[in-house]
């Protein structure tokens, strides 16, 4: 339980500094029109390097010419992220839906308020399942 307090504790940390470095950049990016409605903030994007949308595009491409992915199928994204996969579905999955979850709330909340929201057939759901470097405070283990 200790254990668990220290790593919830650095983990907020940890998200300050991240936080506190890239508003302002995050704050520049939507001045200078580099960031669209669909593209997270730098400071919400958790895991993956590279361009976020450029990356997302590429599995795209993966997922139609090498996975038959069809509009009106349904997808399911296991750890889905803040949504780099889920958004270039949102304009070919005209016919089908998207159902997408993860332990990180961050993650879950702005992919629902910024592409749910839109897309009503894309839908982003909390696993709170505990982790210790993304969700310590969750309230399951894997197990259950």
Known sequence: MK??????????VKTALKDAYYLPVDAVD??????????PPRRLIFVGDG????TGDEFFRYFV???GLKPEHTVLDVGCGIGRMAIPLTTYLTKGRYEGFDIVRRGVAW??????????????QLADVYNRWYN?????????
């Open 3 to 12: 254990r668990d307090l220290i790593e919830i504790a650095k983990r907020r």
């Open 30 to 39: 939507r001045l200078l029109g580099r960031r669209d409605s669909l593209t």
């Open 51 to 54: 361009d976020f949308r450029k």
């Open 65 to 67: 010419e090498l996975g």
């Open 111 to 124: 992919s629902t308020r910024n592409i749910s929201a839109r897309y009503p057939n894309f839908r982003f």
């Open 136 to 144: 310590p405070g969750g309230a399951f283990d894997a197990s259950d």
